[in-house]
């Protein structure tokens, strides 16, 4: 069989990411009794004991049950939480599947997203894999260079992606500066403002993804259970 006629040239050219091995295999090949992933960020204080009591509660019997298909007391709670309307939220399988999501749902072959090359490498890989260019722009100072980004969009790009704070230089855009970049993209392409780490900044000029989602039709935000939350085993993600 000739595996290249069936496989995209865009997939044949990408370089698989391969996992680390399991915790207790690599403790077992580095003889520690201990091992922290620094690059998986991980709360190390555990899931909030009224998350954890509840994790604790769960019938076993419901494992065999397929859940709800669109989250639907979540979005619920979501709604009443931040104001929205629940249809505004999308949940996912962790945020690495809403980037899929949002990436197949306004990108086709031949389209461009706009990213910093140095932040959630996720952006990249789905974009890639998916026969969508993705334009890198170096860091400024560690932090995303507005200008630069600017300069990358064209009529073929249909996401820029902003992390804010950034993952892993933890810089971020204050309000006036995320407002004058809105402003200036002038809804020429979606603009993807990733909140996964917005808990652990108390700055109160760190600028809140949902003022500049009702104030921009353009805006779409990332927010996650898995950082400030600890639940990063449950994979929840979500989008609005």
């Not at 992933?37 to 076993?60: K, M, S």
């Amino acid at each position: 069989m000739d595996w290249s006629a069936l496989i995209p040239q865009y997939v044949q050219a990408f370089e698989a990411y391969t996992p680390s091995k399991p915790d207790d295999i690599l403790m077992q090949e580095y003889g520690c009794r201990f091992l922290h992933r620094l690059n998986n960020n991980e709360n190390p204080f555990g899931p909030p004991p009224a998350a954890a009591d509840i994790i604790r509660r769960f019938p076993p019997e419901k494992a065999a049950l397929y859940p709800s298909g669109d989250s639907y007391a979540l979005r619920q709670a979501l709604s009443e939480r931040f104001g929205l309307d629940p249809d505004c939220f999308l949940v996912g399988n962790g945020s690495c599947e809403v980037i899929t999501g949002v990436i197949k749902a306004f990108c086709e072959p031949g389209d461009n997203i706009v990213t910093a090359d140095r932040t959630f490498a996720v952006y990249e890989w789905v974009a890639s894999f998916s026969g969508v260019e993705p334009r890198l722009v170096p860091l400024a100072d560690f932090t995303f260079d507005d200008t630069g980004i600017l300069s990358r969009i064209d009529e073929r790009t249909k996401l820029v992606f902003l992390c804010n704070p950034n993952n892993p230089t933890g810089t971020w855009w204050n309000r006036s500066r995320m407002q004058r970049f809105l402003e200036q993209v002038d809804n020429r392409c979606i603009v993807v403002v990733d909140e996964a780490y917005r808990e652990y900044v108390d700055d109160p000029d760190f600028p809140d993804g949902y003022d500049f989602m009702r104030a921009f039709e353009n805006v779409v935000v990332f927010r996650t259970f898995s950082k400030m939350y600890a639940l990063a085993g449950l994979r929840v993600g979500y989008l609005a």
